[in-house]
């Protein structure tokens, strides 16, 4: 079962000049973070965390400010994910299983509600392990969505943008997401504790 994630740090003062230093400290965990749940394990996270750092830090000076730096940073670590998976499943010589597509499409089916509800403010960390493994089960175009919406918070426009879908198939790709997060986190939360 993967391991709890600590939460990203809080964002900088706006008025802080934006440092090497600064894009390290503040926001390396959360560039970790949106890489691990896009790509699933540590190792790659790793290295797209890096080769993030290494682009902004290159960069630095063309940023303009029209965005925030959170905005352009988030933009950087997804498609810096997206071209690591693709060097990835092109070095592997795969191809996406529209058998998988099928699959999930006919999993659609009522939804039983939880006993506990999933937006308490504080999980155990058993909790939370639970749940960074269902995020891990979704298949990748699902989990992408999930984790830019649900976890990130991003609108569906920009999750649109930065994956080149349209805004419905963000809307269904999301629903989708989490019907399958909901059957995977049920048997752990419908009793009311983590087992």
């Known amino acids: 079962m993967t391991a709890a994630l600590p939460p990203p740090a809080a964002p900088p003062d706006p008025g802080q000049p934006v440092t090497p230093e ?39 000076d063309t ?39 099928d699959a999930i499409e006919a999993a659609d089916g009522p939804v039983n509600r939880w006993n506990v ?36 918070g991003l609108p569906n426009q920009e999750i649109a943008d930065l994956l080149g879908l349209s805004v419905p198939a963000v809307k269904s790709r999301l629903h989708r997401a989490r019907l399958r997060m909901r059957d995977a986190l049920a048997p752990h939360f419908e009793g009311g504790i983590a087992s």
Do not use: C
Not at 28 to 54: K, S, W
Not at 68 to 90: C, D, E, M
Not at 121 to 147: H, M, N, S
């Open 22 to 60: 600064l894009v390290f400290r503040e926001y390396a965990p959360r560039i970790y973070h949106i890489a691990r749940r896009m790509l699933g394990n540590d190792a790659d996270a790793e290295d797209v965390t890096q080769d993030v750092l290494v682009q902004v830090i290159r960069k630095l």
């Open 63 to 101: 940023f303009r400010g029209d965005a925030q730096l959170s905005t352009w940073l988030h933009r950087v670590t997804v498609n810096a994910a997206l071209a690591f998976r693709q060097k990835r499943a092109n070095r592997q010589k795969r191809e996406t299983n529209d058998a998988d597509t």
């Open 117 to 152: 509800g999933p937006d308490e403010p504080v999980l155990a960390a058993e909790q939370a392990a639970v749940i960074e493994g269902a995020i891990g089960g979704l298949p990748t175009p699902f989990r992408d969505v999930y984790v830019l919406a649900d976890v990130e």
